[in-house]
């Protein structure tokens, strides 16, 4: 070991950590992070197969619960606080990861599309976390996915990007009514990550290497890449950073490349 390292490997040992949208992309390869360093996870999501699946592909036995959830109904939200209570008893973490992206043009975008959009990414998020609360141990720590696209003009975006705006303030107002608990509340903020969320938006190759192109590091970023800042975050390594925003997005929002 490196004088001044520390292993990381037993971070979330004897701690619970539920994720919200945890059967694929960021939330399934958070899930196993947290699972490799020691934690018991609960994952949500609205598809039960999708679940199932992920379950075995995380192979961890009865340290996995999945329970199925749409995030926008709040009975569901209140069966999953209690499916997580009778087989955990508590909630070390919360990964409100769970989110939904219609992307068109302003003349274009429906009633029923910005319902869909808002619903997913700021009640789903809000509710979430509210019905979590009564489960979190003093000490705590929630991870809110917001988005690179909160900080640029989004053209084909916009409801999408207002709804991550609106949860990076979220986070900042939830870390302040918080704070009596020693709950720290903190965002991520990915760029182009390579989900099925990614590729149901960008699809052909042209368009993909379009888009790597406008990534200072030239490459599209992984589900992994966001994992790990993910698991910092609810981690003690990051006990004395609360209500900020982090970038994961390989320069793409703060930077212009020539
Ligand atoms: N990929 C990117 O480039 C990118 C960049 C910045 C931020 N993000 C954000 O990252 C988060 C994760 O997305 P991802 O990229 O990993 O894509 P993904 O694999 O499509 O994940 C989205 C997850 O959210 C779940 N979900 C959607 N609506 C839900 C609802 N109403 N209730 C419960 N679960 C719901 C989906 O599961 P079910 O369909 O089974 O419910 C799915 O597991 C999202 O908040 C997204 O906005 C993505």
Known sequence: MILGMTTNNARFDGKVALVTGGASGMGLATARRFLDEGAQVVIAGRSEERLREAAEALDAGDRVLTVSTDVTKSADLERLAAAARSHFGHLDVVFANAGAATFKHV???????????????????????????????????????????????????SVYAATKAAVASLTRSLAADLADRGIRVNAVSPGYIAT????????????????????????????EDVATVVAFLASADAGYVNGVDLLVDGGLANTIVL
Do not use: C
Not at 120 to 130: E, M, P, S
Not at 196 to 219: C, G, K, N
């Open 196 to 223: 099925d969320m990614f590729h149901a938006a960008v699809t052909s190759p042209e368009e993909i290497e379009a888009v790597r192109a406008r990534v200072p590091l030239r490459r599209i970023g992984t589900s």
């Open 107 to 157: 003349e274009e975008f429906t009633e029923a599309d910005y319902d869909h959009v808002m619903n997913a990414n700021l009640k789903g998020v809000y509710f979430t976390v509210q019905r979590l609360l009564p489960l979190l141990r003093e000490g705590g720590s929630i991870v809110i996915n917001a988005s690179w696209t909160q900080y640029r003009g989004f053209g084909g975006g």
